[in-house]
């Protein structure tokens, strides 16, 4: 079992930074991979980074790419998520998610956080 608590949401001008964090619980989390998918309004939930559970390998939405970053530390149980050069389309609840095996790129994860708002004024 695994428990994702997100931080690191707010209010943020267009082309400002934002640093999310996943802090999970459990003394295997290194064993899993971890995305992070984001819910803007009236719109489905969609994927934004993923990584594998070693650290060694990430994937990244062509939307996001360039700037964002996921990243994890195993030593500390987190995964973050970089957040440069927003813009108002990025405005959304981002939620982080784990699972045993591949890091995917839809949602078909076991364990999922509350999620944070972040939100991107122009």
């Known amino acids: 079992q695994v428990q994702l608590v997100e931080s690191g949401g707010g209010l943020v001008q267009a082309g400002g930074s934002l640093r999310l964090s996943c802090a999970a619980s459990?003394?295997?989390?290194?064993?899993?991979?971890v995305g992070w998918f984001r819910q803007g309004p009236g719109k489905e939930r969609e994927f934004v980074a993923s990584?594998?559970?070693?650290?060694?390998?990430?994937y990244h939405a062509d939307s996001v790419k360039g700037r964002f970053t996921i990243s994890r530390d195993n030593a500390k149980n987190a995964v973050n998520l970089q957040m440069n050069s927003l813009k108002p389309e990025d405005t959304a609840v981002y939620y982080c998610?784990?699972?045993?095996?591949?890091?995917?790129?839809?949602?078909?994860?076991?364990?999922w956080g509350q999620g944070t708002q972040v939100t991107v004024s122009s």
């Open positions: 459990g003394r295997t989390f290194s064993s899993y991979a």
């Open positions: 990584i594998v559970a070693s650290g060694g390998v990430t």
């Open positions: 998610a784990a699972r045993r095996g591949s890091a995917l790129t839809i949602p078909a994860y076991d364990y």
